[in-house]
């Protein structure tokens, strides 16, 4: 060491050693250092070209709270501040990162932008957790302690499925919904777009579905619809922050908004009532019906084109009343039209019965004998089973509403478990997702309160190795991640399985 260097070394002072952090997810191996790094007002965040969204959505979130100007400069090779590294040759896992902290520098790399962007979401969670504030916090040293992670996910589909047909959720609530599921590591959006109560998205072809279909919602609500434009912006928003949309048209159950707002998709050529109660009606397509092929050809047509995502859902649960042949008939139909589109079929575990060519996948919520029939099929599946991972259940009998038909679904019940079903391999899984049902969820405040902590619990099931996971452990991390849910304004449900730490 050069003589001027081991006079600084002695002569200044140490950093300040912080507590080991305490992450939502876990990552999948950390060891923490002494001293810290601390972000001030010459800290510059360096990147290139292909790294420069990820550092300016960083710098984004930062500024406010911290009231730096955390500068983004296109010079990866420089030293000190943060710096984003890309690098395709990296021996990392897709969306893996590693994430070093020296007490002069943070260094995050990974091999794809996803990530370096799960990196920064882990970056900022080592900060105080009122480095989540939308406005400016005085008096705050904005630290972080010395720490060497490296991380990657379990699985590829992280997922949450929100319900905007039995109560619409406009653009706004539904981005502030996307930053807390980037915050988590989640990566799939699924919105449930139609349904007996509600049509939610502007179809050209078919006008009439929003306009009539989308006019109301459960307990007669003005309910609402996203124009198409509404839709890209959300869809772009959503893949910003690595998020793909998974758009569901569910077909041929739940179709009830449809046959109010179109005549000749009704044997009796007049459109039904609209239906505003709560109970589930499932009322089916009329599938002989001379024009209901072209318009479901129409609207997965239209639906495909705005969507970049691989995947469209079809839908398919609860078909009552319709023959299994025949529905069995539509549901190869419906791959062929969504081939055609370049998409891969996803419906609910009832499409498991049905003849369908790999590649599909069968959601599994109810029969799992259905979900065994689509693997060995040769179909994949994304695990919400109900008692885990349908968050429109009541969390306990302290919780003031929500359903109980697949019991009370409390925090450890959304975080013990396993996605891969006994005697399936990994493999035949690609992931989870927690899915959200609106019937009675009709403002931010339901949403927060069904949706957090219990899709905390699912994004480490979806990211953390398996092994790794334990009860008390997260219980423990996920007390302290309330902070920074408290700073956000979600209105989560506080179980009482966990001790939460207020900041
Ligand atoms: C469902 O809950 N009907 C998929």
């Known amino acids: 060491m050069p003589l001027l260097s081991l006079l600084l070394a002695c002569t200044t002072p140490k950093s300040e050693d912080l507590p080991a952090p305490l992450l939502v997810p876990a990552p999948v191996w950390m060891e923490d250092g002494e001293g810290s790094y601390t972000l001030d007002g010459d800290t510059i965040i360096?990147?290139?070209?292909?790294?420069?969204?990820?550092?300016?959505?960083?710098?984004?979130?930062?500024?406010?709270?911290?009231?730096?100007?955390?500068?983004?400069?296109?010079?990866?090779?420089?030293?000190?501040?943060?710096?984003?590294?890309?690098?395709?040759?990296?021996?990392?896992?897709?969306?893996?990162?590693?994430?070093?902290?020296?007490?002069?520098?943070?260094?995050?790399?990974?091999?794809?932008?996803?990530?370096?962007f799960y990196g920064t979401q882990t970056f900022r969670q080592l900060l105080p957790p009122e480095a989540w504030s939308g406005t400016a916090v005085e008096g705050t040293a904005w630290s972080v302690p010395v720490v060497s992670i490296e991380d990657s996910p379990r699985f590829a589909w992280r997922g949450a499925m929100i319900d905007v047909a039995r109560h619409f959720f406009g653009v706004e609530e539904m981005e502030r919904q996307i930053d807390l599921l980037a915050m988590h590591k989640l990566n799939r959006l699924h919105l449930h777009l139609t349904d007996d109560q509600g049509w939610r998205i502007e179809i050209l072809s078919w006008p009439l579905l929003a306009e009539v279909g989308g006019s109301t919602q459960v307990g007669g609500g003005e309910g609402g619809y996203y124009t198409q434009g509404d839709y890209v912006a959300l869809v772009d928003y959503a893949a910003e922050r690595h998020i793909t949309v998974v758009p569901e048209i569910d077909f041929p159950g739940h179709a009830h908004a449809a046959l109010a707002s179109y005549g000749e998709l009704n044997e009796s050529g007049t459109p039904v009532d609209l239906y505003t109660g709560e109970g589930v009606i499932s009322t089916p397509l009329w599938l002989e019906g001379p024009a209901t092929a072209g318009f479901v050809a129409d609207v997965l047509g239209e639906v495909a084109a705005l969507t970049p995502g691989e995947w469209i859902h079809v839908g398919g649960d609860e078909a009552v009343g319709v023959a299994p042949e025949d529905y069995a008939a539509f549901l190869v139909e419906m791959q062929a039209v969504v081939s055609a589109e370049g998409k891969t079929l996803a419906g609910w575990d009832e499409i498991g019965v049905v003849p369908l060519a790999p590649p599909f996948l069968a959601q599994h919520w109810f029969d799992e004998a259905n979900a065994r029939d689509a693997v060995t099929r040769g179909g994949q599946l994304v695990a919400s089973p109900a008692e885990h991972a349908y968050l429109d259940m009541e969390h306990d009998t302290a919780a003031d509403y929500g359903q109980i038909w697949a019991g009370r679904v409390n925090v450890q019940d959304a975080y013990d478990w396993d996605p891969v079903p006994a005697g399936l391999d990994e493999a035949d899984v690609v992931g989870l997702e927690g899915a959200m049902w609106a019937e009675f969820i009709d403002s931010r405040e339901r949403l927060d309160f069904m949706l957090w902590p219990r899709l905390a619990a699912h994004a480490e099931v979806g990211w953390s190795a398996s092994e790794a996971r334990e009860w008390e452990d997260f219980r423990t991390r996920l007390g302290s991640h309330g902070a920074r849910l408290d700073v956000l304004d979600v209105g989560y449900y506080q179980s009482r399985q966990v001790d939460w730490v207020h900041p």
């Open 46 to 116: 360096h990147a290139d070209a292909d790294s420069r969204a990820v550092a300016d959505l960083l710098a984004e979130a930062l500024r406010p709270a911290t009231g730096l100007p955390l500068e983004v400069a296109l010079d990866s090779a420089a030293e000190g501040g943060l710096r984003l590294e890309l690098d395709p040759s990296l021996d990392l896992p897709a969306e893996g990162y590693t994430l070093d902290v020296f007490e002069d520098s943070v260094v995050i790399a990974a091999r794809d932008t996803a990530g370096l």
